[in-house]
């Protein structure tokens, strides 16, 4: 008998430790994706920049950001166009998206009514009179 019997017990505390260290982004990350956030890298408020801004594009609301994978984003939208879009304008709005934001699948919904209006939105749910009223606080 040597005495070391607190040896076993001391190096497993330490494996342990060192196993829930190195585990714990893994486990945060896994976290984030089933709950379905926004991925870090992704700044959503830019991402309603960038579709407001789009010619024609008069509001924007419904919008959700998500990890559909370790590798690939997700997004739906829907626009407010009262003149209307194209099929040339919703790839070309995919494509820069997915060059601009790394979001990978995207769906867009373009609406000719004023939907946050009439649907009972208030201003805080359609985008850029969100945006306008948190910079006039």
């Given at each position: ?8 017990p ?11 260290i ?5 486990l ?7 709950m379905?956030g926004v991925?870090a890298?992704?700044d ?19 919008l ?9 984003n997700?997004?739906?939208?829907h ?7 194209t099929?040339?304008?919703l790839h ?8 601009d ?13 004023d ?6 939105h ?11 009223e948190r910079?006039?606080k």
């Open positions: 008998a040597t005495g070391w019997q607190w040896l076993d001391l190096v497993s505390i330490v494996i342990a430790i060192v196993v829930l190195a585990g714990w982004s893994l945060r990350d896994s976290f984030h994706l089933t379905a991925p890298d992704i959503s408020e830019k991402v309603l920049d960038f579709l407001s801004e789009l010619p024609g594009v008069k509001d924007v609301h419904d959700h950001i998500w990890a559909g994978s370790t590798t690939e997700m997004l739906t939208a626009l407010v166009m009262p003149d209307g879009g099929d040339e304008f070309a709005t995919a494509k820069q998206l997915h060059h934001f790394q979001i990978h699948h995207v769906t867009l919904q373009m609406e000719q009514g939907v946050c209006s009439t649907r009972g208030d201003s805080g749910k359609c985008w850029p009179e969100q945006k306008k910079e006039e």
